[in-house]
């Protein structure tokens, strides 16, 4: 077979820049189709169908067998059962990274992982001083959080005048962010334990991984065991959306196939000759079926599935979660509560502090390594971005506030995130605009 030589040369480095850039396009995408449903949510909840629109929400839906119920209304599906499937597409993109991409080198990733350890503890310290003694003090996990697509859809906005280098940081530092958060939730928004569920849960990701030894590939098998396990956190106690995490950084990172075994068995589908054989129990056909599998198993299993499922994630999941949660009634007085004043200082003035100084802090004391295009004033401009908590920060709010302060807190959230998006844009472009950056 003759060689294609009509395209540039594979680089080894292609490999993890590919995956990489995918992921950003993705996201800058599924931001846009973000905001969409955010500005509808937030429209219609002050529209005379506001009433409608919020009750639609509240239906239950579930299953009801004797004494066995597992009726939830639709946004606790949405919130526990489809964001599931969001922090697993992040656990893979994190894992992909750590072990495949960008992050393999420690000092490199300890620099997002500072920030993201920063942009959690400070705007926390900043929340529970305000929130002291009120109702409401239990949500501090509601500043901790960023949003991946709506930062990365900011840095799109500015297209190539962003360095390459902010983009990876932020989105490593978000993906760390949402990890731990679904971490805090799990263990700081849970409700009492039920050990019974609990323990079949255990025992189920030992399944997993006990399967995964034995060979068994088969991807809708270990969907349909991760809904088993899914069922088991819901039950225990845990918020069920750890379920997508602990799998997604179960999943393997190596392909089954050998890139030397891909090509004999390539070769030899390819060697027989054209014609009719492909049909019938021929050995060309069991050949060219052996090919089609060897084609699919020298992807490695996070590979595939995030790029399977992310889009399902950014362009399904995460609009139909901000219609379910961004709906909120917009009245001047709840903005001036003391929860949504928490929520704006936690999210505006602590992220950022917070990313800042614990990165120079790394860096200072020869943990963490900045990349030479990265420098302090452009990391600072890109902080600011971090106050966007949005998504995960609606999520923890419902499970944290009542509903006499949710409304309340989701103000300040959508007040934080906005400010903190146009002011960390307004000092991007500043630094970008007349090529203000120095290399240092």
Known sequence: MQKDNSGLPPEFADRFTEPFARFVKIEAAAGCALLIATCAAVILSNSQWSAQFLAFWETPIGLHVGSWDITRSLRHWINDGLMTLFFFVIALELKRALVLGELRDLRAAALPFSGALGGMLIPVSLYVPLMWGQPGMHGWGTVMATDTAFVIGCLALLGSRIPPTLRLFLLSLAIFDDVGAIAVVAISYSDSLNWMPLALAVLGVSAVAAFARLGIRSVPFY?????????????????ATITGVILGLMTPTHGWVSDERLRAVLGRALSHPTGDCWSGDTIERRDLLRAGTALTEALSPVERLEMML???????????????????????????QPVSMAIFAGLVFGKPIGVLTFSWLAVRVGLASRALRLS??????????TGIGFTMSLFIAGLAYDHAILNSAKLGILAGSTVSAAVGLLMLFWLTHAKRIPLA
Do not use: E, K, Q, R
């Not at 969907?223 to 918020?239: K, P």
């Not at 219609?323 to 909120?328: D, I, P, S």
């Open 223 to 239: 969907f349909l065991l991760g809904g088993v396990i899914w069922l088991c956190f819901d039950g225990s106690g845990i918020h």
């Open 310 to 336: 992310h889009p399902w994630a950014g362009f399904v999941v995460m609009p139909i979660f901000a219609l379910a949660n961004a709906g909120v009634a917009i009245h001047g007085g709840d903005l001036g």
């Open 376 to 385: 302090w004033p452009l990391l600072a401009a890109g902080s600011l971005l």
